[in-house]
C-alpha cells in the first residue's frame, strides 16, 4: 500500500476528528500504525479509549489542558508547540503510517504554532507517512498543499436548542 497524501478536513460542521479517528481504526484493521496528537483538548474524551481497542496500533496523547478553552494562555502555546514537536518527531520516526494532527487548524488559527513550521513539515515530510489535519479555518496555505480536502458544512445542529455534547456522541 503507498501513503503519503496530506488530508485535511475543516469547516465549521461536526466530524472532522471523527473522520480522522475513523480512518484511523480503518487504519489498524489493516495492520497500519496511527499516531494521534490532539491540539487544545486535554479533556477526557471517549475516543481516548481507541488504544485499547486497536492493540496498540493507534496511539493518542493531548496537548491541551484538562478544560475547555474559553481564552488562550501561554500555557495553550506551550502545549502546542511541544505538541507540535511530538507529532513531527512521529512522522519522522518511521514507526507510524498515518499521523494525524487533531485541531491544529485550530491552533494555527490562535497563532500557538507557526504556519510556516507547519508548511515546512509537510513539504519534508517522509513520502511513506500520511499526515491528516482537522480543525475549522484550514488555511489557505495547507488546503493549496493537500491532496485532499473536505469541509464539513453544518446545516443543522441540536446544539443550538441548547443539547450540549454528549458522552459518546460528541464526546
Not at 496511539?59 to 502545549?79: A, M, N, R, W, Y
Not at 488546503?143 to 458522552?167: P, S
Amino acid at each position: 500500500m503507498s501513503f503519503g497524501f496530506v488530508h485535511i478536513y475543516t469547516g465549521n460542521g461536526k466530524g472532522k476528528t471523527t473522520a480522522a479517528f475513523g480512518l484511523a481504526i480503518r487504519a489498524a484493521g489493516n495492520g497500519y500504525r496511527t499516531f494521534i496528537g490532539q491540539f487544545l483538548k486535554g479533556v477526557k474524551y471517549g475516543e481516548l479509549e481507541i488504544e485499547k481497542f486497536t492493540n496498540g496500533l493507534v496511539k493518542v496523547k493531548q496537548f491541551g489542558k484538562p478544560s475547555f478553552v474559553h481564552e488562550i494562555t501561554e500555557e495553550d502555546k506551550k502545549l502546542a508547540q511541544n505538541g507540535f514537536k511530538e507529532c513531527k518527531n512521529a512522522i519522522f520516526s518511521g514507526d507510524y503510517n498515518i499521523v494525524i494532527l487533531d485541531e491544529i487548524n485550530v491552533a494555527l488559527y490562535f497563532k500557538l504554532i507557526e504556519l510556516n513550521e507547519v508548511v515546512e513539515l509537510i513539504k519534508k515530510r517522509p513520502q511513506n507517512v500520511e499526515i491528516v489535519l482537522t480543525g475549522r479555518y484550514a488555511p489557505k496555505e495547507l488546503i493549496e498543499l493537500a491532496d485532499l480536502v473536505t469541509e464539513m458544512k453544518e446545516v443543522k445542529h441540536y446544539y443550538k436548542k441548547g443539547i450540549e455534547a454528549r458522552a459518546g456522541i460528541e464526546r
